[in-house]
């Protein structure tokens, strides 16, 4: 299920725009028609969650095509749990470093996405208005063009806990930063009584049991499913984004 987006896109000479279709303008319902919008498209995925494409990565996500490469790369990613300390490349680590704190969510910070080696190609281009770049289109003079004429960007993606659900958010690294081209959310309450460990999906440091209420001494035991089950995705937050090939 997904908000209405163009199938027309056309060739590459053609100037609709890529979201609404319009010749010239956009449509009054195309993101491109609201400065305060901040997505262009909203789908439901099989599991429930809801992905939104961000307007800031409207040159990265416009079209079908371009969604599927970004969402081929999610389920090849490397996930590493923030606690873990983990040793990252030198690239990810300084960008992750760079972006967290600037949005306030390092505390939610429950795990970190990354691929060693695949990017996505994308084109160098100088169009300026994003929302008709058909640079990348098969029929373009760029796709046989030298491949100075293209760039190549990794994936990154962010996992975070909020009170009732967990959210993914998908950057492009672009070398001089990072663009959320995408945020899923997904509900999933934190279980009830259960150690902060386990409510960051942290379950392999859980101590088994919460800190003892005030005036008592007995440690309640954690109330998260993965002591009498295996971790499942909601409560863990392992879940395997874009398997379905969603785009």
């Given at each position: ?8 896109q056309?060739?590459w ?22 400065p ?14 809801t992905?939104?494409?961000?307007v800031?990565?409207i040159r ?15 389920p ?8 873990d ?33 695949a ?37 990154l ?20 930063g ?5 945020d ?5 309450p ?5 150690t ?45 984004k ?6």
């Open positions: 299920m997904s908000t209405p987006a163009s199938t027309a056309g060739r000479s053609d100037t609709t725009c890529l979201i609404c279709g319009a010749a010239t303008g956009h449509l009054p319902t195309c993101a491109a028609s609201n305060d919008a901040t997505n262009h498209l909203t789908q439901t995925l099989p599991d429930g969650t992905r939104t494409w961000t800031a990565g990265y996500t416009a079209t079908e095509a371009r969604r599927q490469a970004i969402t081929a790369l999610m090849t990613m490397t996930w590493v749990h923030t606690i300390q983990p040793s990252l490349p030198f690239s990810t680590g300084a960008l992750v470093n760079e972006i967290v704190p600037q949005p306030g969510i390092g505390r939610r910070l429950a795990r970190i996405g990354y691929h060693p080696l990017t996505l190609r994308v084109p160098d281009c100088g169009c300026t208005d994003l929302w008709r770049c058909r640079c990348d289109f098969d029929d373009h003079p760029h796709a046989h063009a030298h491949p100075d004429l293209w760039a190549d960007y990794p994936l993606a962010l996992v975070l806990r909020w009170s009732h659900g967990w959210g993914h958010l998908w950057l492009l690294d672009i070398g001089t990072a663009v959320v081209i995408a899923d959310y997904i509900t999933a934190i279980p009830a009584g259960a902060k460990a386990c409510a960051m999906g942290w379950c392999h440091r859980c101590p088994g049991s919460t800190r003892p209420a005030p005036g008592q001494t007995h440690r309640p035991p954690c109330g998260c499913s993965c002591h009498t089950q295996p971790p499942c995705g909601s409560n863990s937050g392992d879940r395997e874009g398997t379905t090939g969603e785009s």
